[in-house]
């Protein structure tokens, strides 16, 4: 027991020893972990600036009237309203300048018009104009709903008249893009896609580069005549890699959401998927003939991966295909880890759980067969 623990531990050792004969692995792993830094850092930038661009809304007037002094009453029940007393009243054409952080303006004012039937009376015209800034409407149309239907219950009998116009360039916030990585969802998606791609280079791609070289020098082979049969030599590749997918997603763990290293879940999701990729891979390499169409092999497997992943959100057949792939429950159930959890949450967790420790233990064994019985041999 103690000989087999030994030659176990040499052939380990002898992995370790080639990753660091091989430095461009060693900075591909490091380049993944600093995608996921700066990720991190964007992703803090972004929600700054999304809680800066959702300032409080204005509400000025020059003058304060009963009106007024209803809004005041009556404030919004969510939104972020202050009111201010201007020195003078509107005049037509002149811009009014407010604070940068000010994301939406009402202002109400009220002018006299002389009436053409009777040049004697005059009747009262409030002007309300609202200003927005930046391409969230959220906040102005909460604004002009609570403006026009505090107008409603005031009962007032004056003429209303409105307009909507943006804030001027100085106050306009910074038109945010489609992925926007201050939410905690699309933080989440990029998070998971950086854990699976450093996974599958560490355990597939690394795994068919270094195993397939091998395998065309014969070295497996000849390892294989000694008293380390080939399931030893294949138990320390998968030893290895599955060690250093750890070591590398717990470094991005670390970065994204350090709480998830507590979540015995979260080890899991790691083990159970880089189990399914050491396997894929060793199966990758075992059925090749040489270490340039093994690396061709994993680049289509690759491809066919994303293939159906994109044909799965219109065509049923690739949904149901997709379902009995353990890279959608690892990516799937790595996005629910990392965003907050829902009321969903047990039961798409409890599923995603499930698939992934059955369906990468079954790769497993079918890559162990495959290996013993020509992986090992030199092609």
Known sequence: MMKRLNRLWVLYSKEWLRLRRNPAALMAVGLLILMALLVSIESKASAQAKRASQGPCLVVYPAEDDFIRHLKANQHPRLP????????????????????????????????????????????????LFRYAGTDLKQ????????????????????????????????????????????????????????????????????????????????????????????????????????LSLLASAAILQILMPVMLQAALSWLLIVCSSIGLISIATLLTSLSRSQTSASLMGFCYLMLVGVVFALAQNFPAFDVLRGFMFEFHSISLQTL??????????VKGLIHTANLMIMPLLLMGLAIWVWKRRGWRQP
């Open 140 to 243: 102005i149309n909460g604004l002009s709903r609570w403006v026009l239907a505090g107008l409603a219950a005031y009962h007032s009998g004056d003429n209303i008249q409105q307009g909507l116009r943006p804030l001027p360039a100085k106050a306009a916030a910074t038109a945010s893009s489609t992925f926007d990585l201050g939410s905690s969802k699309s933080k989440a998606v990029v998070g998971a896609m950086l854990m699976f791609s450093t996974q599958f280079f560490v355990c597939c791609a690394l795994f068919i580069s270094l195993t397939a070289h091998e395998r065309e020098r014969g070295i497996t082979q000849a390892l294989a005549m000694t008293t380390a049969g080939p399931g030893e030599q294949w138990l320390a590749k998968f030893l290895f890699h599955l060690t």
């Open 81 to 128: 309203v202050r009111f201010q007393a201007l020195p003078r009243a509107f005049e037509p054409g002149v811009r009014m300048d407010y604070p940068a952080r000010v994301s939406c303006v009402a202002e109400i004012g009220m002018r006299n018009t002389d009436s053409a039937a009777d040049t004697d009376s005059a009747r009262a015209e409030r002007r309300v």
């Open 337 to 346: 880890l990392l965003d907050r959890p829902d009321k969903d949450f047990v």
